[in-house]
């Protein structure tokens, strides 16, 4: 990652230049100079025009020219053509930051791409920290800096924010400004033409203004420094992150908007998952988020209690909480004791603890009280339904003032609209979460339990693979050299030889005769499969025949087989078939491959193979280098990872062959770049071992 200096000025500047700030309201160089009065900021704003002379009392400088040296901050809003010759004047006056708010660079394309780089190169040579160009502007709460022409202003808070969608920008802060939730840091990022969100994971990272990291990404572009970052912040502060442009449609309309092209969604997912991000799947659960972590202690287990006035929500909650990884609280017999002492005879003094309809709010801060104090609790939901004796603002005083003494995280779940709307004003105002509805609260109290388990989680394990590299870049070197790009079973064999991958015994055979030669030496029954270096889909041309348990057998299936694949592939170089040892009985296929990501690198995939992978599209994914964990835990994400581990008494398979396999995989991937795709389909695996029955190379063009 290029180092870019200066973030610091860019947050907390002393002297900041509007260049293009105008007389004119409404005019984005009037907003800019109007937010800048208005967040309060105490250094000086200068105003650049060369008609005006002044603008909102501030006094015009006209020329860029005229500036002081060694200004902190420039907010860029003229004209596109303007831009560069006056960064270039501001570069040698030794300018440390600027935000270039100006549309018409990557985004339109051509030109404006060109000019794009040039303002980059600038910047870069100069050490100036470039935000943008093409955004809204950046917020800075703590240094009452509003460099933006955004509508409104953000209270100061602990979470930052960026984006690379300015339209998304102005939605966040008017949906903040309602909620009442305060940022540290507001930053729309734009065209990332030199500070991307790596510079910004690094920067929030140090930052002891923000406790929380929101971001709203389409594409990332150095995918190797996002993910160090990444990883890196994750430790200390939680991130969370919506990725747009995940379906095909949105991948469209993405590479037309900040003129960026998406990356694969299984390799974000990847990416996230691999760094400890929190993916957020919409706007609305980032909001929740941002919410329940800013302002909530993370849960120390996967305790929760549910605290209802009436039974239906109880339920509701009990089930979505069933499906989570959270996990409904055993209440200790004392709480359950101190619960009997007080509560009305008919009330549920078990999880969920329903202390019915006509319950008081005197009766919610009691039963808080007990819940609390329970060892098995770890979290606590507190639902209220608006039944005609809810007390419905003492409660919330009530939750207030329990949450004040509880070093436990309380959620509130007012169910409702118009009716709970002062309670849930209090709470929000205090700082405790509030929905209308339970699946969402137990969605954000799991994410919280899910981060608290991230930063719990040793650093993994990293085994050592010895692979042959020279053996295998000879079989890729002989394919490049005919002209191929693919590497067929019989050839990428050599390759698994070379990393000690278990393969199934085989024998190349010419004839039917030599083919009747080798199943004997392998031993009966045997596969055949068609050996030409240019037809990767064998069963496509018919060409693999299974279970042949004779000498007639293997005959008719060598001429069956070859004489079939002439017809249909008269183009193909036909140097045999491949005769294979047969998988051991009760064998499963899994299938184990590879793609490499143009940004996060091979992108490792599990799943059932043979039939079941068209059909259960039941795969799982792991950005390499795979560790010991993610090579255990890959396995045991699929959704059919019960069928491997054996129903009604079936042996599971070997879990550790298949992991080996995996590691192997995952080296291959590392150690040559030059490999694209591989797919090892299917690997067979019993109880006792594991056998890549089937494997194909691509080779990168
Ligand atoms: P392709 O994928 O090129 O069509 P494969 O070598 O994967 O050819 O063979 C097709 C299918 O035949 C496999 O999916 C598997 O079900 C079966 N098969 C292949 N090799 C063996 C083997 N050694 N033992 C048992 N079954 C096999
Ligand atoms: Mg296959």
């Known amino acids: 990652m290029s180092e870019v200096a200066h973030l610091d000025a860019l947050f907390h500047p002393q002297t900041v230049a509007v260049i293009g700030a105008s007389e004119k309201p409404g005019k984005i160089g009037h907003t800019v100079v109007a937010n800048m009065i208005e967040a309060g900021f105490p250094g000086r704003i200068i105003p650049v025009n060369p008609k005006a002379d002044e603008i909102l009392g501030l006094p015009v400088v006209k020329d860029v020219a005229d500036l002081p040296d060694g200004l902190d901050l420039a907010v860029v809003t003229i004209p596109v053509a303007a831009v560069l010759p006056a960064m270039e004047i501001l570069a040698k006056k030794q300018l440390k930051s600027a935000i270039v708010i100006t549309a018409g660079f990557k985004e339109v394309g051509g030109e404006g791409y060109y000019l794009e780089k040039k303002l980059a190169d600038l910047c870069r040579e100069s050490s100036i920290a470039l935000i943008g160009p093409n955004c809204l502007g950046v917020i800075s709460t703590p240094s009452q800096v509003n460099a933006s022409f955004a509508a409104g202003q953000p209270g100061a808070g602990k979470i930052a924010f960026f984006s690379q969608s300015g339209a998304l920008c102005v939605a966040i802060l008017d949906w903040a400004l309602g909620e009442n939730i305060g940022f540290s840091r507001f930053v729309s990022l734009g065209n990332k033409a030199l500070v991307s969100e790596a510079h910004m994971l690094a920067f929030l990272r140090d930052d002891p203004h923000t406790n929380v990291i929101l971001g709203y990404i389409e594409n990332v572009e150095h995918g190797a420094d996002f993910m160090r970052e990444a990883a890196a912040v994750t430790r200390e502060k939680p991130v969370i992150m919506i990725k747009s442009g995940t379906t095909a449609a949105g991948a469209k309309a993405a590479s037309s908007h900040t003129g960026a092209i998406a990356g694969s969604d299984q390799a974000y997912s990847a990416a996230f998952k691999k760094t400890g991000i929190i993916r957020a799947g919409d706007v609305e659960t980032l909001f929740n988020l941002a919410q329940a972590f800013s302002t909530q202690p ?25 499906k989570s990884t959270l996990s409904m609280a055993r209440l200790s017999l004392s709480t359950v004791e101190r619960l009997k002492s007080f509560l009305p005879a008919y009330a549920s003094l078990y999880n969920p603890v329903d202390i019915i309809g006509d319950a008081d709010a005197e009766r919610y801060r009691k039963t808080l009280a007990a819940v609390l104090d329970d060892p098995q609790v770890h979290a606590v939901l507190v639902l209220l339904c608006p039944t005609s004796s809810a007390q419905i603002e003492e409660t919330a005083q009530a939750i207030i003032d329990n949450a004040a003494t509880s070093a436990k995280p309380i959620f509130a779940c007012y169910m409702g609209g118009v009716r709970v709307e002062p309670g849930r004003r209090m709470l929000l105002a205090a700082g405790i979460p509030c929905y209308a509805f339970p699946e969402p609260a137990i969605k954000s109290i799991e994410a919280m339990h899910g981060y608290n388990q991230w930063k719990k989680t040793p650093d993994p394990h990293f085994p050592a693979i010895f692979g042959n590299t020279e053996e295998a870049a000879k079989v890729f070197a002989t394919v490049r050299e005919r002209g191929d790009m693919e590497v067929v079973e019989f050839q990428a064999q050599e390759v698994l030889r070379a990393y000690n991958l278990p393969t199934p015994k085989t024998i190349l055979a010419r004839s039917s005769t030599e083919a009747v030669a080798a199943a004997e030496k392998i031993g009966y029954p045997v596969v055949l499969k068609i050996a030409s270096p240019q037809i990767s889909h064998k069963s496509d041309v018919g060409g693999v025949k299974v279970n042949l348990g004779d000498e007639a057998a293997v005959k008719n299936a060598f001429l069956d087989i070859t004489a079939r694949t002439q017809r249909l592939r008269p183009d193909a170089y036909i140097a045999g078939c491949l005769v294979q040892e047969m998988a051991p009985k009760g064998a499963r296929e899994v299938i184990i491959g590879f793609k490499r990501d143009d940004q996060f690198g091979p992108l490792l995939m599990f799943g059932l193979g043979g039939i079941y992978v068209e059909i259960l599209k039941d795969i799982s994914f792991r950005l ?47 150690d040559f770049p030059e490999v694209y795709e591989a797919e090892f389909n299917p690997v067979l695996v019993n109880h006792e071992k594991a056998l890549v029955a089937d494997v194909r190379l691509t080779l990168k063009a």
């Open 298 to 322: 993370l849960p120390e287990g996967p305790g929760l209690v549910l605290v209802t006035n009436s039974g239906g929500p109880g339920i509701l909650a009990a089930d979505a909480c069933e």
């Open 624 to 670: 390499a280098p795979l560790s010991v964990e993610d090579a255990r835990n890959i396995i045991r994400e699929i959704k059919s990872y019960m069928l491997l581990k054996g129903v009604r008494g079936e042996a599971p398979v070997n879990f550790a062959a298949i992991e080996g396999i995996l590691l192997s995989m995952s080296r291959i991937a590392t």
